[in-house]
Antibody
């Protein structure tokens, strides 16, 4: 079964770029859609964006100007970059397999990685 | 952008039935998915496509929709069901992205 593990720096300075990696085991990254989702401390979930077909992406309009999601099929990894971060980007960041049904446009997330906390602070 | 509204909290005694609601405009024509999140853990999918259960999720968990409200029902509630529950849909408007409700804290008394 597919398992996901996020990794990356736990502390990022304001105005810098947040970079995270999601390592996928038990399945190929090129076979599925993959999403990033974040959760500020004590708050709810926010979808960031997804990638599929080794390069096609779709982003949350509220973050689109600052976010890039990419894949490395040789390493079976999905990556997230968020530029020009502020304290408002402090959150637990999750990667998840995105079950996207193109015919209806619906989709759900399963499974999820354990998440990684990123704090934006100087 | 599309908004899903959930009650902040729901309380229920062990063995009773808990109902967590999720409201949204025209939610009746959308597919609703539900997640359970225990403290310090990642969310897990408990209901997809309104009422389908992934393998490994107890039959006590069920989903339904009526009008502008979707409902997650947990029968014979156990202490281990205490968690935050989130609903989620796809926003088919010009934004075209995936939306979560604000979450409901289920407390088992």
């Amino acid at each position: 079964q597919v398992q996901l593990q996020e990794s990356g720096p736990g502390l990022v300075k304001p105005s810098e770029t947040l970079s995270l990696t999601c390592t996928v085991s038990g399945g190929s990254v090129s076979s599925y859609y993959w999403s990033w989702i974040r959760q500020p401390p004590g708050k709810g979930l926010e979808w960031i964006g997804y990638i599929y077909d080794s390069g096609s992406t779709n982003y949350n309009p509220s973050l689109k100007s600052r976010v890039t999601i990419s894949e490395d099929t040789s390493k079976n990894e999905v990556s997230l970059k968020v530029r020009s971060v502020t304290a408002g980007d402090t959150a637990v960041y999750y990667c998840a397999r995105h079950h996207f049904i193109a015919a209806t446009g619906t989709g759900w997330f399963d499974p999820w990685g354990q998440g990684t906390l990123v704090t934006v602070s100087s | 952008s599309y908004v899903l509204t959930q009650p902040p909290s729901v309380s229920v005694a062990p063995g009773k039935t808990a109902r967590v609601t999720c409201g949204g405009t025209n939610i009746g024509i959308k597919s609703v998915h539900w997640y359970q999140q225990k403290p310090g853990q990642a969310p897990i999918l408990v209901i997809y496509y309104d009422s389908d259960r992934p393998s490994g999720i107890p039959e006590r968990f069920s989903g339904s929709k009526s009008g502008n409200t979707a409902t997650l029902t947990i029968s014979r509630v156990e202490a281990g069901d205490e968690a935050d529950y989130y609903c989620q849909v796809w926003d088919a408007s010009s934004d075209r992205h995936w939306v979560f409700g604000g979450g409901t804290k289920l407390t088992v008394l």
